[in-house]
């Protein structure tokens, strides 16, 4: 381990001596209650979790690895000499968390740092030259798998591509010079500026990360910030002001205001508003928040419900010398609407009729576990929520219902039973194995379904757990037709464990662990682990299924299979699937939507697999000139409007133009959901002519 410091210590030297001109960030220690909560942690993860690994000099292996790769993904920033430095303490991690010392992540975390720094003002340096774009020249956008730089000659050759890659895109997109070096220069700056705001915690979740996901993919922990998120996420609320928030220049900038909120409601508070400062209290001081990290910002302002907070506004339209008011406002509930169960309807052609279908967007499963303890009768829960979409569908008199699932990474399994059992009543939906072994049914308990007509369910790769919980039951039920591509493939389940509450700590310091206890079972025996829900119509998918998925990662549990539970079986679906699967092969052959649709990921998956971009500018404005034209194509026949690339990132455009282009494409065409409606409208149609059949005889 001494040797490590020494190389640490003599990299930072050299740092400073090649670039005097720029400051080391700070070096950053381990506190002794992360030290305390990686040893805990440690204990329950090698005892409870549903398969326990040792933590020994394998793990110690894989969690080194897994860290270093978490800093530096696409090998940009240290060098070979770096990480072989770092692999001389590969075997040691496990006996240091049983000592209570951090120092090896926290060394390596520095080093990175550092490397950040290094390598960003190298980057801006490059700016004050320009690049000789008629050179034929290629630039690797996948290096996860590449060589790390063996030198700092080959690491400045790799940024020269990289900032060369940069410039042209920006070119591309319309750019004088002198806008590419002041655009550029403030995203390294940016980047370079966020290496002197890392805070000790951010260590330890980052080495926590990568500890926990080295027991199973779905192994998580949570520090304080990362524990207020992740229950913010199920409960859809939080007590503050009702404004959504994004750092700009430095600035604590309004995104967005909120219906009903504090800062809607007040009048006081318009998109673009810059926060400088925020108070506590009526008279409490305010603290200057500019150039402080948004996450502070954000803990700054949230707090108890009816407390009031002062924020130091400098108005959007004033200039940096511009005029401040002061405001206070006073915390409420906040209601995070946009990831609730939402509806709408379509009217979707059919044979020779006009179907309804009613659709519901679900994000996530979500549940207010703590108001449902408490028992309050109003908790938030997306079943709950689907419930009264569904009897609100019914008014509507739809034909048929699509539960759209796409990307819903999964959240509360006792709300994926209850949304079964609007659908199926009573019965099986998931089967449970413990680690030691024991099986458990876990069933819908509905006197009668909420919905019985046709139904289905849309779904894509970013479709995990509860969402293939549900699924899964459906189709296993023969209840609808599952629409889409192979779901995501997670068949663990986890709970949180209060690491503060095993040790009786009267105040919270060493955080949670979601930790697998138990691999769930399809009613039919089989599971979703690594293979996902196969659809029963198949649509097209964007998603890298290599990069993205259970299947993307090399510690995930193997597929299994037990006895199946019982559980009575439709056969309706099945029986119309061969006419619903050809009269989608007719519809999409014929829709240009859809063609093109499968021309954009026909030519993605192509760019992926080639790996390289050229930087020759005629090659580049070729394929630039080729994908405009199918942009302009497609604005002129009505899907959405022409989003060119200009070469920009998130908040380097106005706030305005951002939030514009934000809204175009929410408001683009959405062509698969359009075809999974269609194809309910089918059923509907196939199913209304099955029953017809039947009463004439």
């Given at each position: 381990m001494r040797i490590h410091y020494v190389f640490l210590g003599a990299f930072l030297a050299l740092a400073q001596a090649a670039y005097a001109e720029v400051a080391s960030p700070p070096v950053l220690e381990p506190l002794k209650r992360q030290a305390q909560a990686a040893e805990l942690s440690a204990q329950f993860l090698s005892r409870y979790s549903y398969k326990p690994v040792p933590l020994d000099d394998a793990l110690s292996a894989k969690v080194m690895d897994g860290f270093i790769k978490s800093l530096d993904p696409d090998r940009m920033l240290f060098l070979q000499a770096d990480v072989d430095r770092f692999m001389a303490d590969r075997n040691e991690i496990d006996d240091a968390i049983e000592k209570q010392d951090l120092k090896i992540p926290f060394a390596i975390f520095n080093a990175y740092e550092q490397r950040v720094v290094d390598r960003m003002t190298y980057a801006r340096g490059l700016l004050k030259q320009g690049f000789d774009f008629s050179a034929q020249e290629d630039f690797s956008v996948l290096r996860d798998k590449a060589p790390w730089p063996q030198s700092d000659a080959e690491s400045n050759e790799l940024w020269r591509k990289r900032v060369k890659s940069d410039w042209l895109r920006l070119k591309l997109g319309g750019k004088t010079d002198a806008a590419i070096r002041e655009?550029?220069?403030?995203?390294?700056?940016?980047?370079?500026?966020?290496?002197?705001?890392?805070?000790?915690?951010?260590?330890?979740?980052?080495?926590?990360?990568?500890?926990?996901?080295?027991?199973?993919?779905?192994?998580?922990?949570?520090?304080?910030?990362?524990?207020?998120?992740?229950?913010?996420?199920?409960?859809?609320?939080?007590?503050?002001?009702?404004?959504?928030?994004?750092?700009?220049?430095?600035?604590?900038?309004?995104?967005?205001?909120?219906?009903?909120?504090?800062?809607?409601?007040?009048?006081?508070?318009?998109?673009?508003?810059?926060?400088?400062?925020?108070?506590?209290?009526?008279?409490?001081?305010i603290k200057e928040v500019v150039g402080t990290r948004l996450d502070e910002v954000v803990q700054m302002i949230r707090g108890k419900k009816g407390s009031v907070v002062r924020l130091d506004i400098l108005p959007a339209d004033a200039g940096a010398d511009g005029t401040h008011r002061v405001i206070s406002l006073v915390r409420d509930k906040i209601t995070l609407d946009k990831q609730a169960a939402r509806k709408t309807v379509l009217s979707v052609k059919a044979g020779d009729a006009t179907r309804k279908i009613g659709i519901i967007t679900l994000p996530v499963f979500y549940e207010d576990f703590d108001a449902k303890r408490k028992g309050d009768k109003d908790y938030k829960s997306a079943s709950r929520d689907v419930a009264k979409l569904l009897g609100e569908l019914k008014d509507e008199k739809v034909d048929s219902v699509l539960i759209d699932l796409r990307n819903n990474g999964g959240g509360s399994l006792d709300e994926a039973i209850d949304l079964t059992?609007?659908?199926?009543?009573?019965?099986?939906?998931?089967?449970?194995?413990?680690?030691?072994?024991?099986?458990?049914?876990?069933?819908?308990?509905?006197?009668?379904?909420?919905?019985?007509?046709?139904?289905?369910?849309?779904?894509?790769?970013?479709?995990?757990?509860?969402?293939?919980?549900?699924?899964?039951?459906?189709?296993?039920?023969?209840?609808?037709?599952?629409?889409?591509?192979?779901?995501?493939?997670?068949?663990?389940?986890?709970?949180?464990?209060?690491?503060?509450?095993?040790?009786?700590?009267?105040?919270?310091?060493?955080?949670?662990?979601?930790?697998?206890?138990?691999?769930?079972?399809?009613?039919?025996?089989?599971?979703?682990?690594?293979?996902?829900?196969?659809?029963?119509?198949?649509?097209?998918?964007?998603?890298?299924?290599?990069?993205?998925?259970?299947?993307?990662?090399?510690?995930?549990?193997?597929?299994?299979?037990?006895?199946?539970?019982?559980?009575?079986?439709?056969?309706?679906?099945?029986?119309?699937?061969?006419?619903?699967?050809?009269?989608?092969?007719?519809?999409?052959?014929?829709?240009?939507?859809?063609?093109?649709?499968?021309k954009d990921i026909a030519d993605l998956k192509a760019q992926r697999e080639k790996g390289v971009i050229s930087l020759n500018e005629a090659e580049r404005r070729k394929e630039a000139a080729a994908r405009e034209k199918r942009l302009k194509d497609r604005a002129e026949a009505g899907d959405g409007e022409d989003l060119g690339d200009d070469g920009l990132e998130a908040g380097e455009r106005s706030l305005s133009a951002d939030i514009a282009i934000e809204n175009a494409r929410k408001n683009a065409k959405d062509v698969l959901l359009n075809e999974a409606a269609a194809i309910l409208a089918d059923e509907a149609d196939l199913q209304q002519g099955v029953l017809k059949a039947a009463t004439k005889q």
């Open positions: 655009t550029l220069d403030k995203r390294y700056e940016n980047t370079l500026e966020r290496a002197y705001k890392f805070k000790s915690d951010d260590v330890f979740q980052s080495f926590m990360d990568a500890y926990s996901t080295s027991i199973d993919p779905h192994t998580d922990y949570f520090g304080a910030a990362a524990s207020a998120d992740f229950n913010v996420s199920m409960k859809l609320s939080l007590f503050g002001i009702g404004a959504v928030l994004q750092e700009r220049d430095d600035y604590t900038t309004i995104r967005e205001l909120v219906p009903g909120g504090p800062a809607q409601l007040s009048g006081k508070l318009a998109v673009g508003d810059r926060i400088t400062g925020v108070g506590q209290g009526k008279d409490g001081a059992g609007l659908f199926i009543g009573k019965g099986p939906v998931v089967q449970q194995r413990g680690s030691d072994g024991k099986v458990e049914v876990k069933s819908a308990d509905l006197a009668a379904p909420v919905w019985t007509g046709p139904m289905g369910v849309l779904i894509n790769r970013g479709s995990a757990s509860a969402s293939e919980i549900f699924a899964a039951a459906i189709q296993d039920y023969g209840r609808g037709v599952i629409v889409g591509e192979p779901s995501f493939g997670k068949g663990t389940v986890q709970t949180v464990v209060d690491l503060d509450q095993i040790v009786h700590n009267s105040k919270p310091e060493f955080g949670e662990l979601k930790v697998t206890i138990a691999q769930f079972f399809r009613v039919n025996g089989g599971t979703t682990q690594l293979h996902g829900v196969t659809p029963d119509l198949s649509l097209p998918g964007l998603s890298d299924p290599t990069a993205f998925g259970e299947t993307s990662y090399d510690n995930a549990l193997p597929w299994a299979e037990i006895k199946p539970a019982k559980y009575p079986r439709a056969e309706t679906v099945a029986t119309l699937l061969p006419a619903l699967q050809s009269r989608h092969d007719a519809r999409v052959k014929t829709d240009p939507d859809f063609q093109r649709l499968v």
